[in-house]
T-cell receptor, first 118, second 115 residues
Framework: DAGVTQSPTHLIKTRGQHVTLRCSPI?????VSWYQQVLGQGPQFIFQ???????GRGNFPDRFSARQFPNYSSELNVNALLLGDSALYLC?????????????????FGPGTRLTVT | AQSVAQPEDQVNVAEGNPLTVKCTYS??????LFWYVQYPNRGLQFLLK??????LVKGSYGFEAEFNKSQTSFHLKKPSALVSDSALYFC?????????????FGTGTKLQVIP
């Protein structure tokens, strides 16, 4: 079975521009989460989507938005790009044991999209 | 709020020696704990998890981790290190009472296995 896929692999944008990153989860996984990993740091949680609804949001500005489609794929959008948005953006999919509580299931990560803002 | 601390930025160990990568956590209730490994320019790969039950958890590639509730620790261990184990290791925690699926990662520990 295919793992989590992300596109594009690399992206170079200019400050002020907008970017859309895409993610396809593992077949059967209905939950998708997005993380930002700045060089030298651990991944920081941005969003979690399950059944097309936002289930959680990290401490990121409103310039960051996301959505999940009926086939459970997802897009992360970032508006008005800043130099500080340069990072590896990771998508992860998982099963979900409970919607209201924490899931015991591990996440499976895609290879990431490397975004460089100049 | 949930948090994870990995006190060592880098751990060096000789090939064939046992290795330990340390992790401590803070959550309001009983935690779900995870270890992931990241190779250069790659996404994270799941190694093992603790949900409940036996405090010693076995995972992929010969790794294991010991959950210690009194010390709020979840250290990653391997009896005999391989050069191919050299990578970046992340500890992560999820609070089941958190209301959603947020996972908090540590800052990572670089493991260097010396031939």
């Amino acid at each position: 079975d295919a793992g989590v896929t992300q596109s594009p692999t690399h992206l170079i944008k200019t400050r002020g521009q907008h970017v859309t990153l895409r993610c396809s989860p593992i077949s059967g996984h209905k939950s998708v989460s997005w993380y930002q990993q700045v060089l030298g740091q651990g991944p920081q949680f941005i969003f979690q989507y399950y059944e097309k609804e936002e289930r959680g949001r990290g401490n990121f500005p409103d310039r960051f938005s996301a959505r999940q489609f009926p086939n459970y794929s997802s897009e992360l959008n970032v508006n008005a790009l800043l130099l500080g948005d340069s990072a590896l953006y990771l998508c992860a999919s998982s099963l979900v044991g409970q919607v209201a509580g924490g899931s015991p299931y591990e996440q499976y990560f895609g290879p990431g999209t490397r975004l460089t803002v100049t | 709020a949930q948090s994870v601390a990995q006190p060592e930025d880098q751990v060096n160990v000789a090939e064939g020696n046992p290795l330990t990568v340390k992790c401590t956590y803070s959550v309001s209730g009983n935690p779900y704990l995870f270890w992931y490994v990241q190779y250069p320019n790659r996404g994270l790969q799941f190694l093992l998890k603790y949900i409940t039950g036996d405090n010693l958890v076995k995972g992929s590639y010969g790794f294991e981790a010991e959950f210690n509730k009194s010390q709020t620790s979840f250290h990653l261990k391997k009896p005999s290190a391989l050069v191919s184990d050299s990578a970046l290791y992340f500890c992560a925690v999820r609070d089941p009472a958190g209301g959603y699926q947020k996972v908090t990662f540590g800052t990572g520990t670089k493991l260097q296995v010396i031939p």
